[in-house]
């Protein structure tokens, strides 16, 4: 079995040069990074109730799945968290190997799936951030992802819901009307309801902690966390 759909690689795999281009095709990702990076700090840092004020996430051994070109990866590891980034692609791999020399940050990138990571060690902290939605086989995906989670460790899954306001949205206003995306990024049938999603995690032992929704304010430009799921969501999951 496997968790790596080629054709969502290969389309990810031709973007792969624009990964740290703020204009570029991965703009809408570089707007919606600094909410992502902050509801992750601040999550991992009460759970563990950690301390340090300059290296806030010192001493974390955190998996960034899918990692493509390093953009959680660089500032996981800037916060002081030992980082090893997968993706099943080999030029995002390269991308991000190169990125990282380049800022002097000790990362460890493996261009693998998570069924296919041999490694002895478990994981405090892993992260799945707009990546289910792209997988082969979600619940296979989850089950490998769930095998490399240390027992009470954290489960962080970004996706999209499936609803009428999300084709709407993350689809036709995202993809054909703002061109935010390029067209074809996504497929409604792959996004996934937060009730699905916790079905699937708890099979595998992994609870849910919390579930917001984050929210992009056009007046403001920049996303924020909410309540409403309808569209994009994130949620933390503790495994038992």
Known sequence: MTSVNKKEIEKFSKMATEWWNPQGKFKPLHKFNPIRIKYIKENIINNFNLKNKTKPLLGINILDVGCGGGLLSEPMRRMGANVTGI???????KIAKLHSKKNNLKIDYLCSSPEKLNLKKKFD??????????VEDIDFFLKSC??????????????INKTLKSYIFAIVGAEYVLRWLPIGTHEWEKFVKPEDLKKILIKYNLSLKKLDGMNFNIIKDEWNISKDLSVNYIGKFIKN
Not at 87 to 93: E, F, L
């Open 87 to 93: 993706d099943a692609s080999d030029i995002n791999i």
């Open 125 to 134: 902290v892993i992260l799945n951030m707009e990546i289910v939605e792209h």
């Open 146 to 159: 769930s095998k490399l989670l240390r027992r009470n460790g954290l489960m962080f899954i970004a996706t």
